[in-house]
């Protein structure tokens, strides 16, 4: 099922020059949209709260950690990638064949205009059409903005894995949340 969303351009006001910005388009991610979503994943690893990764993968690579299903991306006036989305299966035990783990990237010029929770929106609607019972998402302790845009979006704090790898050399600890739908049964 196609999913195509407007966000709110939430803050735009004529005092910043933003009341005319084009609303947001949430759409299937395909591989024409690769050179953005890779940008926009080196953006955010290179902030250093979002991941363990220090290396942009290959267009392959990404493609190969992600599930087929259930991408998006959000796209500005000009089809520019301002944001994207996907999941990837946590096990391939017949138990948990409807768990994934989500993942959901903004460029930091789009950040707080409502892009990851239209992100997130489109990936829950996605999944649970699909029968996928819960998302979950490892988040850094630090990353304020991810944890604020999981528990608006349903996501429960699980628990604190404490110091549970390092990035550049430094233990981090990660906050496992997830969302249980409601809905699939
Ligand atoms: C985390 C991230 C995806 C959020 O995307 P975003 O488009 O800025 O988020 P939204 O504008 O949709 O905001 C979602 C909610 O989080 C809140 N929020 C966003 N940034 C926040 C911040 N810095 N501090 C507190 N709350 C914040 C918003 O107020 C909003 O809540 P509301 O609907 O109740 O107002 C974005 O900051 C990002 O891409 N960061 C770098 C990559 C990253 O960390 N990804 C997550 C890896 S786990």
Known sequence: MPH???????GASSADGTANRPAVRVLPLTPAHARGVLGVFDEGMRAGNAT???QVPTWDEWDARHSAAHRFVALDGTDGVLGWAAVASVSSR????GVVELSVYVAAR???RG??????RAVVA?????????VQSGVFRE???SLA???RHGFRVVGVRERIGRRDGVWRDVVLLERRSAVVD
């Open 52 to 54: 363990f990764e220090t």
């Open 149 to 151: 845009l999981h528990e």
């Open 115 to 120: 892009v990851g929770g239209a992100l997130v």
């Open 4 to 10: 195509e969303t407007s966000s709110t351009d939430r």
């Open 126 to 134: 996605s999944t649970e059409a699909a029968g996928i019972w819960t």
């Open 94 to 97: 017949a138990a948990y064949a």
């Open 143 to 145: 990353n304020i903005a």
């Open 110 to 112: 789009a950040h707080g």
